[in-house]
C-alpha cells in the first residue's frame, strides 16, 4: 500500500535499490476486491505518460484516498515531477475545501484527479460561490475518472471554463491510460469481440492472495499474450470511432460486459439504466444494481441520488427508463436518496444490493 511520498519513493525505488513496487487493492464495487501488483517501471511509465499528455510535469492536489490507484497515482507523479502534493483535508468533500486547497498551490501547472461525485460536488458549489468556480478554474487539469460521468455533468464543469479531462483505465493498468479517448503514449487499445484489451507499459505484474502467494489462476485469466505481446481484457465493451479533433480513432466505452444481466430471457444493462437515468433533471448520480428472482432469474433494482433541494418522482424515472430501454429495464425497487459508496467516492453497488435485500 502507498500512504505518503516516502512510501511512492520506496515504490519507484527513489532513492537507493530499484523499486519493489506497490500492491494495490481494487475498489470492488461491482464484486470481489482483487489485489493487484504494480511494479515500479509500471507506475514510472504511467507517471510519464500522463504528464507528457497534460502539458508537463507539475503540482498535484491530491483529493482521493492513497489506497486506490487513483489516490496513488497522484504520489507517484509527484515524486516524478519533484514537487510536493497539497493535500486535501480528511473527512467530507466539500467544494469550498477543494477550492481553499487549490489557492495554496504555487506550481507553474497544476492538476488534480477526481472521481465524479466529487465533480458534482464542486459544480454545485460553483453555482453558489464565485471563489469555487474561480479558483477550480486555475488548474491546468483535472483528470476524471472511476466510473462513467453524465454528459450534462461534463457539459456544466466545462462550461464554467474548467479544463476536464476524462480517463479510463483500471488498477491493472496503473489506473488512467485512455485520456478523452486518446491512448497515452506507451499504451495500446484493442477490441477483441467487443472487449476493450490494454497492453503497454503500464500493465500489473499479476494478482496476489492475501497470504502474498501469486494468484496465477486470476492473472492467466486476466492477462493473456497476443502477437508476442501481453494484453489485459478489461471486461468493458467498447468501440472505435473517428473524430476530426484526433488523428486517428477514439475508444468509446459502451459498457461493462459483466454488467448486462438476463431477465425473464431479455438482456437488461444496468450501465444503459444508468445513463439514462443521469439524463433526468435533477438527477446528480445513480447506481444500478441486479437481485435474484425466482420468476425472471434475476431483476434490476436502481439507486437515485438528487440534486440538493429537487425532488425527482419515481414515476419520471421509469418512464425514461421504459421509453429508452423498454419495460423490462424499469427496475423492480428505486430508492432515492444519498448513495452508497466506498471510500474512493464510487457508488458501491454491493452495499445497495445488500440494504435493499435487508
Known amino acids: 500500500m502507498m500512504s505518503s511520498l516516502d512510501d511512492a519513493r520506496r515504490a519507484l525505488g527513489v532513492p537507493?535499490?530499484?523499486?519493489?513496487g506497490v500492491l494495490i487493492e481494487t475498489s470492488g464495487t461491482t464484486g470481489?476486491?482483487?489485489r493487484v501488483r504494480l511494479s515500479s517501471g509500471a507506475l514510472r511509465a504511467s507517471a510519464e505518460a500522463s504528464h507528457a499528455r497534460l502539458g508537463g510535469p507539475g503540482q498535484w492536489l491530491l483529493a482521493l484516498p492513497t489506497t486506490y490507484i487513483a489516490g496513488a497515482n497522484v504520489l507517484v507523479r509527484s515524486v516524478i515531477a519533484g514537487t510536493?502534493?497539497?493535500?486535501?483535508?480528511?473527512?467530507?468533500?466539500?467544494?469550498?475545501?477543494?477550492?481553499d486547497c487549490v489557492a495554496l498551490m504555487t506550481g507553474a501547472r497544476r492538476y488534480s484527479s477526481l472521481v465524479p461525485v466529487q465533480l458534482a460536488r464542486l459544480v454545485e458549489g460553483a453555482q453558489y460561490d464565485d471563489a469555487v468556480r474561480s479558483s477550480v478554474a486555475t488548474l491546468d487539469a483535472i483528470l476524471v475518472g472511476g466510473q462513467a460521468?453524465?454528459?450534462?455533468?461534463?457539459?456544466?464543469?466545462?462550461?464554467?471554463?474548467?479544463?476536464i479531462v476524462v480517463t479510463y483505465g483500471a488498477t491493472e493498468t496503473c489506473g488512467g491510460v485512455v485520456y478523452d479517448g486518446a491512448p497515452l503514449d506507451g499504451s495500446k487499445v484493442r477490441i477483441i469481440s467487443g472487449e476493450i484489451w490494454i497492453g503497454g507499459s503500464t500493465l500489473a505484474v499479476g494478482y496476489?492472495?492475501?497470504d502474498g502467494s501469486p494468484d496465477t489462476a486470476q492473472t492467466q485469466a486476466r492477462f493473456t499474450e497476443l502477437d508476442g505481446e501481453r494484453w489485459y481484457r478489461t471486461d468493458d465493451a467498447g468501440e472505435f470511432e473517428v473524430s476530426g479533433a484526433f488523428a486517428g480513432e477514439l475508444v468509446r466505452v459502451t459498457g461493462r460486459r459483466d454488467r448486462v444481466i438476463i431477465s425473464g430471457g431479455i438482456?437488461?444493462?444496468?450501465l444503459g439504466i444508468e445513463a439514462v437515468v443521469r439524463t433526468v433533471p435533477g438527477v446528480a448520480d445513480c447506481v444500478a444494481a441486479a437481485i435474484p428472482n425466482e420468476e425472471w432469474g434475476q431483476r434490476p433494482i436502481l439507486g437515485v441520488e438528487c440534486d440538493p433541494g429537487v425532488v425527482v418522482s419515481r414515476r419520471d424515472v421509469e418512464r425514461a427508463i421504459e421509453t429508452a430501454l423498454g419495460h423490462v429495464s424499469v427496475p423492480d425497487v428505486i430508492v432515492f436518496g444519498s448513495l452508497p459508496r466506498n471510500e474512493n467516492g464510487k457508488p458501491d453497488t454491493r452495499a445497495l444490493t445488500a440494504s435493499i435485500r435487508r
Not at 537507493?16 to 519493489?20: D, I, K, N, R
Not at 486535501?88 to 466539500?94: S, V, Y
Open 16 to 20: 537507493g535499490a530499484p523499486g519493489t
Open 32 to 34: 470481489e476486491a482483487k
Open 84 to 99: 510536493e502534493p497539497v493535500v486535501m483535508p480528511a473527512g467530507h468533500f466539500t467544494a469550498r475545501d477543494f477550492a
Open 149 to 163: 460521468s453524465g454528459d450534462q455533468l461534463l457539459a456544466r464543469a466545462r462550461e464554467l471554463g474548467w479544463k
Open 208 to 210: 496476489e492472495r492475501a
Open 267 to 270: 438482456k437488461v444493462s444496468l
